[in-house]
């Protein structure tokens, strides 16, 4: 169920994306003749209006649409070189399509398309840049098309490249050694300024599950259920722990507990209205209130939360109490410009969802 909804983003995306390219084509652009054997016009920008289009379509998902950092066509390989670091960290990926522009006379069915990563790291003689290679196919397997792009589904080549650099140090792809850049064999730069604008990635991700504290005290299930520790909530009133709650309990009540609130963000009250695209505004929530102490479970304390809260109560002056604060946040996907462009990217952290006392 979730790959046929990935599917059907996936093929949603690519019919507002040609759809966009073809309204362009037909404004200003006027189309080359296939006789000169050109590209199709360059320079063509994917307008606000279509990338707000896929966001709505889209925002349970993030997506990404990455420039190479080269592309150029050596004999019968047509060469594409993406920054893939970025996908080595928090993400899973659902699919991921590259699209080309090829010259318009091209027997496609003798051509391959090699797919490298690379990317730059200091080191001690300047920067230093290593690449591997991602994936080798025929120029003829294009899943879609259209007048000026092929479309290819490289969602398993990609996911093996990842999945291998993830799990395992002996990688089975071909790594080149680091050289230092200005070791780097120079760029044709004529051709591959012929080739700007020809080639762009669609890479579809989810947020991978978070692998940081539990959500709760195992230390307060495992001490209720021991049969030697009560629970303070059942424990008799005459108990003096109990009263001493109780007390604690009256002097809140004139007090909130830890609760999540609203905190509305508008981008042209932070400065950053003149880049971000779209949304304009949106509520970050936020967490405000109290933390008692001993905690209970509806405060999703951690052990060592519930630890320092139990401190707290038999010696009050020793530790401050736990703080409210976020325990289980959302992200949010951001149109806005990347220089010239403008770029849809799933920004992780964004929107609280929960709050609780750590």
Known sequence: MYLLKAS??????????SAALDALRSGDHQ???????????????????????????????????????RFARKGSRWVVTFDLSTFLTNE?????????????????????????????????????????????FSASSFVASNPNWKIYNITNVLGDWLKENLSSLNRKLEKEPSLPRKDLPPSNSSKDQALNGKALLVVFTKVKPSSGLQDKASLLLAAEHSGFVFSHESQETG????????????????????????????FSHVGWASWIVYPKRYNAYRCEGECPYPLGEQFKPTNHAYMQSLVKLYNPDQVPSTCCVPIKTSPLSMLYFDEDRIVLRHHEGMIVDECGCR
């Open 8 to 17: 059907s983003v996936l093929l949603c995306s690519s019919l507002l994306f």
């Open 31 to 69: 189309p080359t003749p296939a006789a000169t054997h050109k590209y199709p016009p360059a320079g063509l920008h994917l307008p606000a209006s279509f990338m707000r289009q896929l966001y709505r379509r889209v925002q349970s998902d993030s997506v990404k649409s990455i420039l190479p950092k």
């Open 92 to 136: 899973e990926l659902q699919m991921a399509e590259l699209r080309i522009r090829f010259p318009r006379v091209l027997n496609l069915s003798t051509s391959t398309v090699e797919v490298r990563h690379a990317h730059e790291f200091p080191c001690p003689n300047g920067t230093c840049y290593s690449r591997q290679l991602v994936g080798l």
């Open 239 to 266: 108990n003096p722990i109990k009263a001493k709650r109780n007390r604690r309990q009256q002097d809140l009540k004139a007090k909130s507990l830890c609760r999540r609130v609203d905190l509305h963000v508008d």
